[in-house]
């Protein structure tokens, strides 16, 4: 069946090896995303990748089993179906909303359930999608999952949710689902052999263009130095009888240092020719000139180029504390004892203040549907200023800080509005 496998669906070992791959990366994006709804550790591992004709497709050990559906809408194209236990799920939902964890026999998957299961699921295969998509670099989106529960088993995935003949070829990945003092379980993930294909080229196509680029951007080797040049640094190459002669335990003739013109002590100086007994200066950054090289062994002494300038110092800063104007001198500036005393009762009316970081508009029906774990999402992108709301009038905006563990507000930009101008007794 290998033999033809390969030659009818074109889905080989190298296939089969980057599907595990990718399935290893996107389930633990997954474990990660159900973690954190859960707020309990979970671990989705080992992934066992097989390709099989759809009659062979059974497990057993998952039924009373429940499906879900998702259907890959860019980046990719196919269908994925998740096939889990019920009695698995029915703990997983009890951990979401905090129930005791226990399989109870009268439990039902109503459309409350089904619809806490689909979220769980959305959440799950959207980290696995947003995986997926820097894998094969490309944008990936899915569609809303759909839940069935199914007491045919393997014929309910073959039949009603994929519509496959005996002969098709389907990719299951199956992975060993630990989740922290709840269950400890498996899964099976069901791909139609078109998406695994897909999938598995656009992975190896990716691979195979990191290395062309890898390859091309490596620099071709040095050639290597010839045995009669000169050695790094400009200084004179020695002969053969110098270097026996070292060796040897002589010394070897040193090359005639060139004379350098020298002005007569008493002279008047110059320019370009340094003084008697003074050491030659050469300006900042210019090359040694290989007589000059040759006398000094490829290395300048000591007081050859001049010292770079040091920069000025800098001067100290003026650094005073900030000066706050005293406005309890105005405060009761021009009133009378009665405006005083009634000034004084307005100041201790308290005032109800409310943060808003942002909403939303639900129908009746939807609200209805909300359960422990629902996300609502708002109108607001994350990280922007949220709302300062005193008494129902929006007076300034903030960000959020931390202090002490505690949320706080740092106001960014106060706005004018009628209810400030009241304040401050203004028409």
């Not at 190459?237 to 003739?253: D, K, L, R, V, Y």
């Not at 370009?272 to 950054?285: C, I, K, L």
């Not at 200023?385 to 960000?399: C, F, Q, R, S, T």
Request: aromatic share 4%; charged share 20%.
């Amino acid at each position: 069946m290998s033999e033809e496998k390969l030659t009818i669906d074109g889905f080989g070992d190298v296939e089969m090896d980057a599907i595990g791959e990718i399935m290893n990366i996107t389930m633990g994006s997954a474990a990660t995303a159900v973690s954190n709804m859960l707020s309990a550790k979970v671990w989705i591992t080992t992934p066992q990748v097989k390709v099989i004709r759809s009659e062979d497709l059974s497990f057993p050990e998952l039924e009373p089993s429940i499906m879900v559906k998702i259907k890959y809408t860019q980046g990719v194209s196919g269908e994925n179906v998740l096939v889990l236990k019920q009695n698995d799920v029915q703990l997983i939902l009890n951990q979401l909303m905090g129930l005791p964890l226990e399989v109870s026999d009268d439990f039902q998957f109503d459309e409350m359930n089904i619809s806490a299961v689909c979220e769980v699921m959305n959440q799950m295969m959207g980290a696995s999608a947003t995986a997926l998509s820097e894998i094969i670099e490309t944008t990936v989106d899915i569609s809303t999952p759909e839940a069935v529960v199914q007491e045919g088993g393997a014929d309910a995935v073959r039949q009603e949710i994929y519509d496959l003949t005996g002969q098709d070829f389907v990719c299951t990945v199956k992975f060993d689902l630990t989740i922290d003092g709840v269950i400890k379980s498996e899964f099976i993930s069901v791909l139609t052999i078109s998406l695994a294909k897909e999938m598995a080229d656009k992975m190896m196509t990716g691979y195979n263009n990191i290395m062309d680029s890898i390859e091309e951007a490596e620099p071709a080797p040095a050639p290597a130095p010839a045995a009669s040049s000169a050695p790094a640094g400009g200084g004179a190459s020695m002969s053969q009888e110098q270097i026996e002669a070292m060796m040897g335990g002589g010394t070897a003739p040193q090359p005639a240092a060139p004379q350098m013109p020298q002005q007569p002590v008493g002279a008047v100086p110059m320019p370009g020719v340094p003084a008697a007994g003074a050491m030659p200066q050469m300006p900042y950054g210019q090359p040694m000139d290989p007589n000059m090289a040759a006398m000094y062994g490829g290395y300048p002494p000591q007081g050859m180029y001049p010292q770079m300038p040091m920069q000025p110092a800098m001067p100290p800063m003026n650094v005073q504390p900030v000066q706050l104007q005293n406005f309890a001198a105005y405060q009761n500036a021009n009133l009378n004892q009665d405006q005083n005393d009634n000034l004084k009762l307005l100041m201790n009316v308290p005032l109800n203040v409310t943060v808003e970081i942002g909403s939303a508009v639900k129908k009746v029906k939807e609200i209805l549907d909300f359960s422990q774990g629902t996300i609502i999402e708002l109108e607001r992108q994350a990280g922007a200023p949220v709302d300062i709301i005193v008494n129902g009038n929006l007076i300034a905006k903030g960000d959020v800080v931390v202090i002490d563990d505690n949320f706080a507000v740092r106001i960014t930009e106060i706005i004018k509005s009628k209810f400030l101008e009241s304040l401050g007794g203004k028409e």
